[in-house]
């Protein structure tokens, strides 16, 4: 009766791979670990996929 | 407080001036009790144990139904797979007789092994164009479907016997197992969504570990979906080895490590996996140790320290603490930020355990869903 509803959502973390900047987004399909992803917004470098992980929230 | 002028006869309602109906509302409820108080257990107990049994039978049929919905929406498939799918989720091993255990291992793996080429050819009948990945997915969606299916029917069975034999302690053994297997059932359930994502485990921490040290190597397949790449650290020849990602798949570690030591000599292995942990005992927390560090039935482990053994290679491993939901669910934030930790845990027992000159084999245990290399 009391116990929350939890909710889990899946977030990538990208780290580029020249200056190290970190991006965290939403989770979308098609993601896996080590995939190269896009070119880094402050570099001439390539986004990694780093990690990919679900944070749990209690509604 | 002072006991000794109690009166029983007046507490029991026993005394001269006792009400009759007062020595009823006493000795009928005793009476009830010594005569009928099993069956009033086995009623309380058994409406426990149905709401539990009711879980799993939705868990069950949301697993079916999933599958067959992520076939039809993923595959293209010739026919409706609805039937084919109900016959997977029938299939049963027949373990080999242990009386004489002798020689056990390698029938179990055999067993196993027909098992798991056959669930995945008959997925590939389902769409012969089907790509690995995708396949290798849906194998699991049936096995956690069909584990699933076997939970339910089991438990059923046993809460069934039970009342029909108005048998008040064959159903104790289930009451006092039912909260870990609602706990598995559960996390199994909740492992569906990551599965069909794509996404990794809790388990696949091993393979992302490792996964990460063969990035610049040159992979080469050494067994079934068992991958391994070289690269060399401080003077040591490392052999880096997971399972192929990234596909759901934990790959064939003991076959692989019997081709690498047909070719290689190994100084020492290391085993990198998630392991569960004790009530009480954080989430994400790393210990150091010996052994080979692998899960599963046991054959994959009992090849390892077979080879281990024969070559006299100290194996060593690194695990990483997990719940059982945490370990076949979607990774979470904690043990995803570990694995920085644990890599650098393995070149410091590389260099603390090795000489310059010696060769090392570092394996990634685990299901590598979600994960490459």
Sequence with gaps: MFSKEEKTTSFTIEKCNKCNKEIKRNFKEGDYLFSETTKCPSCDGKLQVEKIFGETIKQ | MDFSNFDFDQFFGFGEDS????????????????????????IITSNEIKKSINKLEEFRNESRNFLISYVKKNLKTQSDPESKIDQFLDYFTVMPVDMDPNGIVPKIRHFIRSREDYTREHVRSLSPTISHYELSKIQTLVEIATSLKLIHKLINHLYLTAKKQNNYP???????????????AEAMKNAIPAFSHGQPIGDG????????????????????????????YEGRKLFLMKAEGPSATVGRPGDAVEEIISKQKLDTIIMIDAALKMEGEESATTAQGFGAAIGGIGTERYQIEEIATKHKIPVFAIIIKESVKEAITLMTKNIADKAEDVRSQIYEMIKNNTKVGQNVLVIGVGNTMGVSQ
């Design chain 2, 205 to 232: 921490i091993g393979p992302m570990v490792v996964g990460k040290m063969m990035l610049t190597t040159t992979k080469q397949a050494l067994a079934f979906e068992t991958v391994c790449g070289e690269t060399n």
């Design chain 2, 19 to 42: 009400n009759p109906l007062m020595m009823l509302i006493w000795i009928i409820p005793i009476i009830i009790f010594v005569f009928y108080g099993q069956r009033i257990q086995l």
């Design chain 2, 170 to 184: 064959l159903i104790l053994p289930l009451q006092m197992i039912l909260p870990f297997i609602m706990e598995e």
